[in-house]
């Protein structure tokens, strides 16, 4: 994984960025700082399109509605220890 070492200081300047760069793959803005997010591992994704097709084959939903999304949330450390990240999944 590389990460790119460019600097924001609007969001403005991001959103121009990644429309001139046409930038692939997944990337978070921290601190300002662009960084490319590592790609999902093999087994995850299998299980993730595992569940997709149990779900749509159990009739739950149609499978034109499941959709698999992750979302981090960075959180503030009020004890020492606490994670930094929550993973919520949606």
């Given at each position: 994984?590389?990460?790119?070492?460019?600097?924001?200081?609007?969001?403005?300047?991001?959103?121009?960025?990644?429309?001139?760069?046409?930038?692939?793959?997944?990337?978070?803005?921290?601190?300002?700082?662009?960084?490319?997010?590592?790609?999902?591992?093999?087994?995850?994704?299998w299980i993730a399109n595992?569940?997709?097709?149990?779900?749509?084959?159990?009739?739950?939903?149609?499978?034109?509605?499941?959709?698999?999304?992750?979302?981090?949330?960075?959180?503030?450390?009020?004890?020492p220890h606490d994670a930094?990240?929550?993973?919520?999944?949606?």
């Amino acid at each position: 994984m590389t990460q790119a070492r460019v600097k924001f200081t609007t969001f403005e300047d991001y959103l121009s960025y990644s429309d001139a760069t046409q930038m692939e793959g997944r990337y978070e803005l921290i601190n300002g700082e662009l960084v490319e997010l590592p790609p999902e591992s093999e087994l995850n994704n299998w299980i993730a399109n595992y569940l997709q097709f149990l779900l749509a084959a159990a009739k739950v939903s149609p499978l034109r509605l499941i959709r698999i999304y992750a979302l981090e949330l960075q959180v503030p450390v009020l004890r020492p220890h606490d994670a930094e990240n929550r993973y919520q999944w949606s």
